[in-house]
DNA sequence: TCCTACCTGTACCATTTGGTACACACGCTT
DNA sequence: AAGCGTGTGTACCAAATGGTACAGGTAGGA
């Protein structure tokens, strides 16, 4: 049914492009092809269905978010802080932001079962977690602890981008990204948590 | 256009509470109107268009958020970081997480401009942080850093319940959770940032 | 009784939808 | 030359889409 070949890697990349700067939004088949200057004809082609574009296109920005990571991660030199405060200057950059609406976006969809979407939750959080565990381990972290660590920062990433990408306010969610790091730097160096139980 | 009255209300009651619990996803018109229980004449009529429809099932979302956040700043008896647990138990409830599914998808469409969704946007961020500031005034925190310390918050809830809804990990994202509200009660009592700018 | 507001069903519309059938052209090997 | 894998255009399909026209039902107030 669907086909492999560099027609095909040229529509992928392509179609993220596109993507990334208009969303999926109730948009069709047909006028899927007419942007990315095709036709509908050839994207049933070479995916099968709509449904097989949207899951590459959706695999496609997975792997843009592991690049960058790690090339954040191959580049670090300093201190922790100084490479979450850099982390963060990145992902806050207005040039990011397409980016992170078409995460959201497909984050939303995937939530509620989209097919389309379902693979971008792989490891969506796993992935970041490992990635982040390891440089706070380097510094000193106690494994378990670092893991845990790794999973604030990722929540707290993404809670101030959707802040962001809501509000625009820019200063406000540096202001807070900013206490958040300044919290670690404050608090006793094996600020391990987790021995005492969240009450229901 | 539009119509006003009782048979109205019933729709929009009956649309949020399947919209939250099926999402909104590609379903048409016609969909919605058969698991409502009326035809998508009614829903024309009364709402004018699809979007109509899907605006008011946004605006009643927000409204739901509102009146739990009311329920239980009203409640708060104790110190700030055990309302902060209460709350998160609140929140990581399996109960809420239709809700929060729909929360999240809608979120991800409006950030893309989905007409149908926008509503959603007004005052996401900063309704909740003007109600978090307030019990952080109360506990001593001075004004601005109280907002700062509450859009923190806002983040870390909604950056671990897009965990959460990702990885089912319920005792991952309590431990993490665990973690924030220990980092306050260990760092010094007037925990300011901000005055430490983030570089680009 | 008539009027008006609210509500609803049937039938219909042009357009668009995802997907298919089929013919065809290129470049490469055999 | 013949065959093959890859790519593409044209034409088509049944089904579904959002929305409308129109007719009618029911209640209450004048």
Redesign the interface.
């Known amino acids: 049914m669907t086909q492999a070949g560099p027609a095909r890697e040229r529509l992928v990349r392509a179609a993220v492009e596109y993507v990334a700067e ?5 948009r069709s088949l047909r006028q899927f092809a007419t942007a990315l200057g095709t036709s509908h004809r050839m994207l049933i082609y070479h995916f099968g269905s709509k449904e097989g574009l949207l899951v590459e296109v959706a695999r496609a920005m997975e792997q843009r978010q592991r690049d960058l990571l790690a090339e954040l991660d191959a580049a670090a030199t300093d201190g922790f802080s100084d490479v979450a ?2 982390f ?2 990145r992902l ?2 207005p040039a990011m932001r397409p980016n992170e ?2 995460f ?11 097919p389309g979407a379902l693979p971008l ?1 792989d490891g ?3 992935a970041w977690v490992d990635a982040l565990a390891q440089p706070l381990r380097r510094a000193g972290a106690a494994p378990a602890d670092a893991r ?2 790794a ?2 920062g ?7 981008l ?2 962001l ?3 625009g306010d820019r200063a ?13 730097e ?3 160096a094996s ?4 021995s ?5």
């Open positions: 208009h969303g999926v939004g109730e405060r850099q963060w200057a806050a950059d609406r078409l959201f976006e497909l984050y939303g969809r995937a939530l509620q079962g989209d939750l969506v959080v796993d845990t660590r999973r604030l990722v929540a707290v990433a993404r809670g101030l959707l802040d990408l809501a509000t406000g969610v540096d202001t807070a990204m900013e206490q958040f790091i300044a919290l670690y404050m608090a006793p600020a391990s948590a987790g005492r139980s969240v009450r229901g």
